[in-house]
């Protein structure tokens, strides 16, 4: 399973830094990821990392938040810099993994974590 958390009430400019940590029966670990999804509006990329550590964001974030991870933790951080009203939304951790026993890789979704950005 995936569990997330760090999420809370910012005033805008500030600073969060969300966790989610993978734990089970996992083998492997690909990519690990992050979404979001404000009221009224579909679930979006934000950020995504593979394994490899190339690392892909969304145009609206690019410069102001970055995506990393701990492999020896199977953890994945999203540190979130200048935050604006516009963030406000339920933030997903995703990963692309292998468990033990199984042959194929699948996606699995965390709780979101709501981050409301408002002075």
Avoid: H
């Avoid at 009221?39 to 990329?45: D, H, I, T, V």
């Avoid at 516009?86 to 042959?103: I, K, P």
């Amino acid at each position: 399973q995936l569990q997330a958390s760090g999420g809370g009430l910012v005033q805008p400019g500030g600073s969060l830094r969300l966790s989610c940590a993978a734990s089970g029966d996992i083998f492997s670990i690909n990519a690990m990821g992050w979404y979001r999804q404000a009221p009224g509006k579909q679930r979006e990329l934000v950020a995504i990392t593979t394994s490899g550590g190339s690392t892909n964001y969304a145009d609206s974030v690019k410069g102001r938040f970055t995506i990393s991870r701990d492999n020896a933790k199977n953890t994945v951080y999203l540190q979130m810099n200048g935050l604006k009203p516009e963030d406000t939304a339920a933030y997903y951790c995703n990963a692309l993994l292998r468990l033990l026993g199984v042959s194929y890789e699948s996606w699995y979704w965390g709780q979101g974590t709501l981050i409301t950005v408002s002075s």
